[in-house]
């Protein structure tokens, strides 16, 4: 019985963890067009579509993401 609670826990865990990556990268995008030119011109030179907010992001924020995609296929 304990897998199966153990189970559930990771599970949500993981749930609140993807929902929390979700809300900062959007916020992260939606911030970029806000930015001061030369910032803005940067990020937007260095990151893609959708991937500006890696210019933003902190140290500790891009391998949680990178962590939670592998997780999440």
């Not at 609670?5 to 599970?11: S, V």
């Not at 949500?12 to 011109?41: C, D, F, G, H, W």
């Not at 933003?56 to 391998?63: R, S």
Request: proline share 3%; aromatic share 6%; net charge negative.
């Amino acid at each position: 019985m304990t897998g199966v609670n153990d189970r559930a826990a990771l599970t949500e865990l993981l749930a609140t963890a993807i929902s929390y990556r979700e809300r900062e990268i959007a916020s992260m995008n939606a911030s970029v067009p806000l930015l001061e030119k030369a910032e803005r011109q940067w990020i937007e030179n260095a990151h893609d579509e959708g991937e500006r907010w890696r210019g933003l992001a902190t140290d500790d924020f891009i391998p949680m993401v990178d962590a939670l995609m592998v997780l999440n296929r």
